[in-house]
Structures are given as C-alpha cells and as structure tokens.
C-alpha cells in the first residue's frame, strides 16, 4: 500500500528556508506513470499547489512560489524534498506531499498526513 | 491562473438529505476537475477525477457531473461520516488551483 509521510526540523524563522522530505512507501519514486508534488494549507483556509517532480529532476512550479521553491527527488532514498526560502508569516501553513499521476490526470492521490510548519521569531 | 469558485462556502444540511456543491472555473477546463473531502486535522482524499470517475471505495452516493466551466458534486443522501470540507481543484493547465472549499455541516 502506498504511503508517503512528510518530515521536517519543525518552526522556522523569518527569512530563514524551510525545509520538508517526503519519504515514499510501497511504491517506487521512479515508476515512470506519476510525478511527486507539495501542497500547503494555511490555518483555517484552502489548498495551494506548490510544485511537482518526475523522477528523472523534471519540475513544475506555481509562478506565486516559483522564485522562492525548489523541489527535488532522491532517488536513492525514494525521497522528494521541498525548499521554501525567505519564509515569512504567510507561509505557516501544513505541508502536504501527495502522488499525481501527471498530464490532464494531475490530481493528488494519495496524500501524505501533512506537517504544520510555523513561521515565528 | 485559472480561478476555481465553489458555492456555497458552507452549507447545513440534515442526515439523509441531498446536497448538491458547485464549482466553476474561469475558463473551459473540458472535464479535467476533480473532487476532494477534508476532515478536520486530516489530509484530503481524493473522491472523485475527471468530473465523473468515482474512486476505489468511496460511496456510490457521491456523484460528479460537469464538463467545460460548471461542475456539480452530489452526495445522495448524507450521512454522518460525510459532514467535512469539500475542494474542487482542475487539472487541465498548470498552475493547478483548487476551490476555496465547501464546509458541510450538521443541520
């Protein structure tokens, strides 16, 4: 069964980078059918789509986030990780990693449990 | 960007009722709009994709129709574990967006 949990260092400072892994379970992070994204919740609001990987580095990224984001894949350790530099404020939010099966078929399933990481001094 | 808006934001509704969500996007999106439920605390689950499939496991009273810019979720007859947040999110361009959320709750 395909898990994928989310881990990180926990509260970051301001204009300091934030730093998430996703390690992938029950599935390889190189099947070639699906890429690897990020998806964050604000307390209390919606969803936003951060940016998604293929295996092979390829990367997709919201133009919101893009200068700040890197998202990148570890094929060793059937990984994918996220960089967020310059956090402020308004990037406390829950961290999601989820599989997307790519193309027109770009939804998320399934997802990880999510990380909360909030943006304080 | 292509804006997803749901209506309603929040809705009230008894057990067994039927409840019908709706989302528009700001530009044709043929039928490339998928549905999630969020509980509290949890991460969403994907219910159903490409406006219609419903997924493995999830109940046959959820329904998805739609094509082009107006897509409907239904639930056919609510039950108790169906009161949660629902999404609508469109997978036809990059960058992909989500709806604001509909919030189910106990009438």
């Known amino acids: 069964q395909l898990q994928l949990q989310e881990s990180g260092p926990g509260p970051v400072k301001p204009s300091e980078t934030l730093s998430l892994i996703c390690t992938v379970s029950g599935d390889s992070i190189s099947n070639n059918n699906y890429y690897w994204g990020w998806v964050r919740q604000p307390p209390g609001k919606g969803l936003e789509w951060i940016g998604s990987?293929?295996?092979?580095?390829?990367?997709f990224y919201n133009p919101s986030l893009k200068s700040r984001v890197i998202i990148s894949v570890d094929t060793s350790k059937n990984q994918f990780s996220l960089k967020v530099t310059s956090v402020t404020a308004a990037d406390t939010a829950v961290y999601f990693c989820?599989?997307?099966?790519?193309?027109?078929?770009?939804?998320?399933?399934?997802w990880g449990q999510g990380t909360l990481v909030t943006v304080s001094s | 960007d292509i804006q997803m808006t749901q209506s309603p934001s929040s809705l009230s509704a008894f057990v067994g009722d039927r409840v019908t969500i709706t989302c528009r996007a700001s530009?044709?999106?043929?039928?490339?709009l998928n549905w999630y439920q969020q509980k509290t605390g949890k991460a969403p689950k994907l219910l159903i994709s490409a406006a219609s499939t419903l997924q493995s496991g999830v109940p046959s009273r959820f329904s998805g129709s739609g094509s082009g810019t107006d897509f409907t979720l239904t639930i056919g007859s609510l039950q108790p574990e169906d009161f949660a947040t629902y999404y609508c999110q469109q997978s036809y361009i990059t960058p992909l967006t989500f709806g604001g959320g509909t919030k189910v709750e106990i009438k």
């Open positions: 990987v293929y295996h092979s580095g390829s990367t």
């Open positions: 530009q044709t999106i043929n039928n490339f």
């Open positions: 989820a599989r997307l099966p790519g193309g027109f078929q770009n939804w998320f399933d399934p």
